[in-house]
Every structure is written in C-alpha cells, then in structure tokens.
C-alpha cells in the first residue's frame, strides 16, 4: 500500500492575531439530504408474535432466504416512511398538539449544522478502532434520503479524532442474511494484527442474525475493503429468544481457556427482563452460547448496543478490552429500547462462570446512573493502544421535526469523542471528559475572573460571537445562604419535574445562558440548583432547560438532568462545548454530562450571545471563566487521486 500525504492539513487563513482559521463549513443546498446516527442496530424493527422461537442455522442458509421453521409467524416490518422516521425516533412524543411545522428558512436551517463534530458527507448517519495509524469510523448511512433506511456503514479515517476524511461504503446489504440492513457491528483485533468485525444483520424476514466479516487486506492501513465470510451467519438467535431480539455484539476479550469472548444484547419476555448473551469462540467461526447470561435486569426491557470493558480503579490510563485481575472494576453498558438512554454500572467480573456482578444493585443497568442525561444513544467505547486510552463516542438524534430535518437535508451528528476513567472520588462513578485532542481547534480567549452575580440578575460576556464555544467555568456560592435551601423529597423533584431555570429557591438556578440572543427570547441555560433532601443534606442538581431555547413550535423543549455528587473541598465546575445546535455539558470532572440539541431562530450568527445568570432569591454567586472561540474541523472526502495510488 502507498504511502500518503498528509490529507488532513486544511487551506487556512489567519486572523488579526495570527491564528488559524479554518471554514469547513458547506451551504445547505451543497449538503442536502445529509443524516447522520451511529450504528443504531435494532431501533426499528418487526413486531412479532409473542411466542418463543427456535431458529435453525442450517435451515437459515439452506433457504438462503432467510427463512425459519413454519410454526413461527413473523409478520411483515412496517414501513418506515417520513412519517415514522426520525421524528419518531428522537422527538414525536414531545411534538403532540405541536405539529404544524414553523416556518424555516434557509438562514436559520445552514446555522444548525455543527463545525467541529463528526458528519457524513450525506443522508442518514460503528465499530471504531485504531489501525495502523488511522482512527476508523464505521457508522448506520443512508445513502439515498434524510430518513431511516437502505442502511450500510459509512466509513471515515482520522488521524486525530476530530479531522476526519471520508472514504467509500465499507458495507452495503446485498446478501440475504443482511438485505435489511448492515447494521451495529465491533472490531476486534487480534495479537497478530488482524481484524474480525462481527455485525448484526437482517434478513429477507428480518431475523436478526450476527455475520463475519473481515479486510481484503490487512496491510491497507486504510482497510478500504472488505469480504463477507462465505458461511454467514455465524451466529441466529438461541431458543426463547424473538428473532428480533438478538442484536449487537460487543468487541471480544481472550480468557484464561484460550477463547475469545463476547456478549450480545436481548431480552427475556418473564418481567421484561433486558440481557446480555455470552458467546465464547476460538476463530470467530463458531461459537459456544454460555448457559447462563452475563447479567440481566428485570424491568428493563430490550438492551442494544451493550458494551463490556475494564477500568484501572488506581491509573489513569484506559485498559484493553482484555484485562482482568486485581485493581480493576468491569462496566456492564446497555442501551435500553424502551427510553432511548444509555445506563451503565461498575461491577465484578468472574470468568470461570462469564457472569458479572454490580457493586450496588440498587443502581444497576438501566435503573441508576446514565452516561449522559441529555439526548445520546448507542454509545460505543474501544481502546486507544496508540494513546492508552479508553475512548467512547456516542450518537446525538435531533429533537426538531422530521418536516425540518428534510427541508434542512440532515439529521443527527457524533458528540465529542470522550475519554472514560475511574471516579476514584466516589467510587461508583465514570467520568468523562472530551478527548485532548479537541483543544487543537481552540483559537483566542477570554477570561473572567471572580465576577460576583447577585440574586435575579444576569450579565453579559464580551465575547466576540457564541456559537462556537469552549467554555471553563467555576461557581463560589455564598455558604450563609445554604441553611435557606428548600427541603425536597428527591424522589419526587427532578430537573424535568421542576420549573426549570425560572424556579427559584434561596440557592438557585445559577449558571450560564448560552445560545441567547440579546433580549433573552431565546435562550437556553446550562445551570446548578441546590437542594435540601428529606435527610437534611444538601443535594446539588445540574440541569439544561431548553423550554426557552427557540421560539420554533415543532422543537422538543425538554429539561434534562440529574443530581451530580459534590463532595466536600469541592468547588461547582463547569465545561460547556458550544457547536451550533448542539451544547455538551460536563460536570464536576464529567461526574455527569448533558448533550442538548437546540434550534434558535433569533440567537443565531452574530446574534447568539453568552450570559452569567443568578435566578436564585438570597444566595449571591461567584463565577471565574475561560472562553476560547472555536475552530472548524476539517472534514472532507479522502483525496480521490491518492485512493487511485
């Protein structure tokens, strides 16, 4: 393979001071029908008659249609058309009594589109992995519309995780046992180098079924192309599990015997009960089911997308997928079907028996602590080996209408890609915290030092424009007021089931405005609020409230957020990354974190500015800042003339 030049260096201008500017940034009518979602496996799938199944493979391949034995009744998938796409996916529920579609404009609509997350080059947007040199991204494309459908993988290389080039499709389905779709899939790769990428296909009758594939050339550190194991399926769904509950298989882990292994999501219809299948194989080929699941909650419902990996619980360095043994917890991450969230908890892993158990099964999967509390799904980690580096990414849908998605051509986006480490604070936590590497796109800043915001007021920030954001942030609050707080049973008081920004107590809300224009009839703030619990202790919240954030009525204006942990000596910290329509939030080190997907109409270009805000009724608060402005990434199609080499 030949060598390449370095494709990812831009065209730049500088500023007045000298810094670069790069403007990635296309017109809307160049980027029509763009939609973007991370490998989403099962989200949409057949509804099936409730009675257990049996699936023979042989049967499977012998009918090479993907057909199953005659007692089970699989009735036909509906179709998904405008009306049943993305707006059901990420925003129907919320848009009841609000259908008719606010007035857009091309102005506001070539706004939204993000300059520094990842984007295909069009349509609807898994497995990433570091491979000779190039981070890989394979991700869920449509290649022919802004809605759900006709679903290959997309494939993109970076050297950075934050420039990215696109390549061609690495998958399209055009075999029976994935004619419905080439859907979530995990790389693993071996000691000698090589890669085995197993992903969920759907077939002709949309059994859910798990297929081999592998590069043409493993010395093509671009792993252009791809083959299909010509024994596909290696894996169809065990007895007692629907043909549509079988999906998503996780990277694989070599044990002690000398196996490799893996889990793949489902569940059990007794109480709803979401699980993860555990599967052990020698060549990827064939495969042993383990007697018994890896673990499973009941309540919980169908879980997608499930990731299994260690953390050092003494180090900060990321750990390969492979390590067990002492200094280390395992966290068991699921997506759940029923809410479109992804919950994770830490645990212990016995090998012996392939079984995981949580350390507090009162915040086990599904039932305790989310990776982010704002709109994100499906997410994936892999090790970094390049950096020593646990690194996770996952998919942010669009909570407008899908009448706007369509006028606009695109959907959905990438967050940051983030690293994971042990909370060795309070010992039941992840944090996260956007990888080192987005830094590279900061340009000029400002800094604001102990600025006192009294109670009911709010300040503006001199900063030249707010759309592109990376914002440090620290909160003093003035502890004489805290006897004050209001007592609330925390059972019942949520971010969503409170009053939002506008409710006030004698601590909070407090925090920043970001995404408003200059009247504030727009505006979406990012804040703490401080709470007393039935037990007298203070309890701290941090919230997005988006009811304000557009004056649009087909846009979801939800209150998303939770109760963080703030242990003593600690101070109120913040990080906000601002790109266009999205806001991504970390909290006390990426304790908790909040994505939010906002669609202004007024706070947009050189009308979106930046404000300090103080709703509370006694306590006075003091904020410190660093605000960098923000470059574009560059992301663009691989260089055909150096593919042609």
């Known amino acids: 393979m030949s060598t390449f030049s370095d494709p990812l260096l831009p065209i730049s201008t500088t500023t007045n001071d000298g810094s670069p500017v790069t403007n990635c940034r296309r017109p809307i009518k160049q980027t029509l029908l763009i939609l973007t979602g991370l490998l989403l496996v099962g989200v949409f799938i057949a509804f099936i008659s409730d009675k257990a199944s049996v699936i023979n493979m042989d049967h499977l391949k012998r009918h090479n249609v993907g057909q199953i034995e005659q007692e089970i009744i699989i009735k036909p998938m509906e179709i998904r058309s405008v009306s049943a796409g993305v707006s059901e996916k990420s925003n129907g529920k919320f848009l009841l009594g609000q259908r008719e579609s606010y007035p857009w404009n091309n102005y506001m609509l070539s706004w939204q589109r993000t300059s520094f997350h990842f984007q295909p080059e069009k349509n609807w947007m898994n497995g990433p992995l570091f491979y000779k040199g190039w981070y890989h991204f394979f991700y869920q494309y449509n290649p022919n519309a802004a809605v759900w459908g006709n679903i290959v993988w997309g494939h993109a290389v970076s050297k950075d995780l934050i420039h990215w080039l696109h390549l061609p499709l690495a998958m399209v389905p055009d075999q029976w046992y994935d004619i419905n779709g080439v859907w979530t899939g ?28 592998y590069p043409v050339d493993h010395n093509d550190p671009l792993l252009l192309n791809w083959v299909k194991y010509s024994e596909n399926p290696v894996l169809v769904p065990p007895p007692g599990i629907k043909p549509t509950d079988f999906r998503d298989p996780t990277t694989a882990w070599y044990t002690k015997q000398g196996k490799w292994r893996l889990t793949i999501g489902s569940k059990n219809d007794i109480n709803r009960t979401g699980i993860a299948l555990v599967y052990d194989t020698e060549d990827f080929k064939t495969y042993e089911l383990l007697n018994d699941t890896m673990h499973g909650v009941p309540g919980t419902g169908m879980w997608e997308c499930v990731d299994f990996y260690p953390v050092s619980i003494s180090s900060e360095n990321g750990l390969d997928t492979s390590v067990n043994g002492d200094g280390v917890k395992h966290v068991m991450k699921a997506s759940l079907d029923d809410d479109r969230h992804d919950y994770y908890a830490l645990g212990t892993y016995y090998e012996e028996t392939g079984k995981w158990v949580p350390d507090n099964p009162e915040i086990d999967v599904g039932i305790g602590i989310r990776y982010d509390y704002g709109i994100f799904y499906a997410a994936k980690t892999f090790y970094d080996q390049n950096k020593g580096r646990r690194v996770l990414w996952g998919w942010i849908s669009e909570s407008d209408s899908e009448v706007a998605d369509v006028e606009k051509g695109w959907a959905s986006i990438q967050g940051i890609p983030r690293t994971v ?95 408003a224009n200059k009247d504030l009839s727009e505006q979406t703030p990012v804040y703490f609020y401080i709470t007393k619990g039935s037990d007298g202790n203070l309890k701290t919240l941090f919230c997005t409230d988006q009811s304000r954030s557009s004056v649009a009525t087909d846009v979801n204006k939800q209150k998303y957020g939770s109760f963080v942990p703030v242990l003593k000596g600690e101070k109120l910290s913040l990080r906000t990354l601002v790109d266009h329509s999205i806001v991504e939030s970390f909290v006390q080190g990426g304790r908790s974190t909040i994505t939010a997907r906002v669609y202004p109409t007024k706070a947009i270009y050189g009308d979106a500015k930046l404000f300090l805000f103080n709703n509370a009724t006694e306590a006075s608060v003091t904020a410190s800042l660093k605000i960098w402005q923000m470059n574009s990434a560059f992301i663009r199609p691989f260089p055909v003339e150096e593919l042609k080499r």
Request: proline residues 5%; negative net charge; glycine residues 6%.
């Open 421 to 515: 480490v042990f909370d060795k604070k309070t010992g039941t936590n992840l944090l996260q915290w956007p990888v080192n590497e987005v830094e590279s796109l900061r340009l000029s800043s400002k800094q604001f030092d102990k600025i006192e915001v009294k109670p009911g007021t709010v300040i503006p920030l001199d900063v030249p424009t707010a759309t592109q954001l990376d914002i440090i942030a620290e909160f003093e609050v003035d502890k004489s007021a805290l006897d004050n707080v209001t007592i609330f049973d925390e059972e019942e008081f949520s971010c969503n089931s409170s009053g939002g920004a506008a409710q006030r107590d004698a601590v909070g809300p407090f925090g920043l405005l970001v995404l």
């Open 186 to 213: 995990s790389a693993t790769i071996l000691p000698d180098g090589k890669i085995y990428m197993l992903y969920t296909g759907s077939t002709k009758e949309f059994v859910q079924v798990q297929n081999l594939a």
